[in-house]
């Protein structure tokens, strides 16, 4: 039995004893998404560790996800195999930070990007995700102002899509900024009729050149409806291996090679026996930021209008 197929038995024993179920994002490596019982973007997989009834969740992803995840479901134990696996994005923005620009609005009510820390969740109104990032926003009246924290990119795809101003953080993503306008235009010439797919978390010049905006989970679904042969995806590349697997007779093309997420490589086969061997790097979130965390998450889970603040200034 070779190695690899030694750590999978593994998972699948530890899973069985310890009542584990295996979440993974759809940037991890082959091999994690391959192991995994469910891929998914950041909003499917918060319903997932949501709904689940197993004991554990092993969250193959960033500290930003498995917190979610961990705030969701706080009777369940949510390991991070891999704890250095962080968000630069969430990191650029800082809860005292956000606090001091509530105070400067204060009539604003606050959306964050669920690429954020938990202690700045606590100081939002509502989460939201790049899957659902417009409909948040668009549940908010119209008069209302919105600050919107921490990514710019998104904040200006939803000034765009929903029409409205927006209050927005300079937080961006280090590997989505990567990606150039040439990127989409050499694409199109090597590939006459591509149909061309990017994230929101691209530049706005990037964005504007593309066919499709799409959350990763919003381009899974795309690639399997489309009659387009040739598509060009504009994202992190961990994404292609799910895209090539599902659609096999379409062809994709990454824009940029080097649009790698150092963080979300960092989960192994081996890190994950690790994890659930010995119950390590679990996730938690403490009182008192738990509950506001947890309620801006829940809000964007309803479906409802956002009218007002519960969110104290101090
Ligand atoms: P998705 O929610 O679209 O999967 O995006 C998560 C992310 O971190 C993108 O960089
Ligand atoms: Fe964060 Fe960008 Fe990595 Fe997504 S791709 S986890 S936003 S650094």
Redo the contacts with the bound molecule.
């Keep these: 039995m070779n190695s690899k197929q030694h750590l999978l038995e593994k998972i699948a024993d530890l899973k069985k004893t310890r009542r584990a179920v295996i979440l993974a ?3 991890q490596l082959p091999e994690i998404q391959d192991m995994a019982d469910f891929n998914g ?3 499917e997989l918060s319903r997932k560790a949501k709904d689940t009834d197993a004991e554990v969740i092993v969250f193959c992803g ?1 500290h930003f996800m498995a917190e979610t995840a961990a705030l969701l479901s706080p009777e369940k134990t949510v390991l991070l195999p891999d704890q250095n696996a962080g ?1 630069p994005m969430a990191d650029m923005a800082e809860a005292r930070d956000v606090l001091e620009l509530r105070r400067q609005h204060p009539d604003a009510l606050v959306v964050c990007y ?2 954020s820390t938990a202690a700045v969740k606590a100081l939002s109104d509502v989460c939201c ?3 659902n990032a417009v409909d948040v926003v668009s549940r908010i009246p119209k008069d209302r102002d919105i600050i919107f924290v921490p990514d710019k990119y998104l904040g200006q795809h939803v000034e765009r899509m929903a029409g409205r101003k927006l209050i927005l953080w300079p937080g961006y ?1 280090p ?2 900024v990567r990606l150039q306008p040439e990127h989409i235009e050499s694409a199109r010439v090597s590939y006459p009729g591509v149909t061309v797919m990017v ?1 929101p ?1 691209c530049r706005p010049e990037v964005a504007m050149l593309a066919d499709e905006v799409l ?3 919003g381009m899974c679904r795309f690639a399997r409806e489309t009659s387009t042969e040739t598509i060009a995806v504009g ?2 590349v961990g994404l292609l291996h799910r895209l090539k697997k599902e659609n096999p007779s379409k062809r994709f093309i990454p824009l940029l090679d080097q649009a790698v ?1 150092p963080n979300m490589k960092l989960t192994t086969l081996a890190s994950v026996v690790w994890a659930l061997e010995n119950r390590q790097n679990t996730i938690a979130v403490d009182s008192p930021i738990r509950e506001p965390a947890r309620a801006a998450i829940e809000r964007m889970l309803d479906s409802g209008p956002i009218t007002t603040s519960e969110v104290p200034l101090d």
């Design positions: 994002h759809n940037y973007d950041s909003l960033v968000c669920v690429n995700t790049s899957a993503c590997t989505h994230h978390e959350s990763t989970g994202t992190e997420c």
